[in-house]
């Protein structure tokens, strides 16, 4: 069965540089969730978007900017990346009528690597 | 006090013995309730979902909800050296938001 992908699996990048992850949900699932996940932590809500609309948003930077595609797929974008950033990024997804189902499916996750 | 509580561990159960994990939650107004499995390095993988109070068994786990004292737990029967692992509570609230437990590490012991 189909599962989420995330891309790239790694990324290393310098302090104030740019980087962007992709995430392809589940087909027809409606809702594409955001996390970030530092070393010893629980994974700490980002952002998400229920049919291509943000439909929550969590501890997200200001720095930080996230959409949905037509095609449902998500994109990450951090700018003027900081050590702090460092840190697991998964992206999941999930299928309910309203978006507000806790039933999540989550890719492998991206590893953001900030020098 | 944070809205989702887990005890940090390592909770350490030798092989064969029951398993037992607690979450509290804040939000009397919750009525989702998720049991997450996280290996070391890897995403967060769903075990058992519970919304209503009382048990649900699904093999070797069983989750046990009771919304009156707002705690939810999940027990894993036959312990083995492959549950070790982080298990994170989730519970969605009265807003729709996923609220994530601090999560157990469970460590079992051959």
């Known amino acids: 069965a189909a599962g989420v992908i995330q891309s790239p699996r790694h990324l290393i990048k310098e302090k104030r540089e740019t980087a962007t992850l992709k995430c392809y949900p589940i087909?027809?699932?409606?809702?594409v969730y955001w996390y970030q996940q530092g070393p010893g932590q629980d994974p700490q809500f980002l952002i998400s978007f229920y049919e291509k609309m943000q439909s929550d948003k969590g501890s997200i930077p200001d720095r930080f900017s996230a959409q949905q595609f037509s095609d449902y797929h998500s994109e990450l974008n951090m700018s003027s990346l900081e050590l702090g950033d460092s840190a697991l990024y998964f992206c999941?997804?999930?299928?309910?009528?309203?978006?507000?189902?806790?039933?999540?499916?989550f890719g492998e996750g991206s590893r953001l690597t900030v020098l | 006090q944070k809205e989702v509580e887990q005890n940090s561990g390592p909770l350490s159960v030798p092989e064969g013995a029951i398993a037992s994990l607690n979450c509290t939650y804040s939000d009397r107004g919750s009525q989702s309730f998720f049991w997450y499995r996280q290996y070391s390095g890897k995403s967060p993988e769903l075990i058992m979902s519970?919304?209503s109070n009382g048990d649900k068994e699904d093999g070797r786990f069983t989750a046990q909800l009771n919304k009156a004292s707002q705690y939810v737990s999940l027990l894993i029967r036959d312990s083995q050296p492959s549950d070790s692992a982080t298990y994170l509570c989730?519970?969605?609230?009265?807003?729709?938001?996923?609220?994530w437990g601090a999560g157990t590490k469970l460590i079992i012991k051959p």
């Open positions: 999941a997804s999930s299928l309910g009528k309203t978006g507000r189902t806790g039933e999540l499916f």
């Open positions: 519970i919304y």
């Open positions: 989730a519970v969605m609230n009265s807003n729709y938001q996923l609220i």
């Open positions: 087909p027809r699932h409606d809702t």
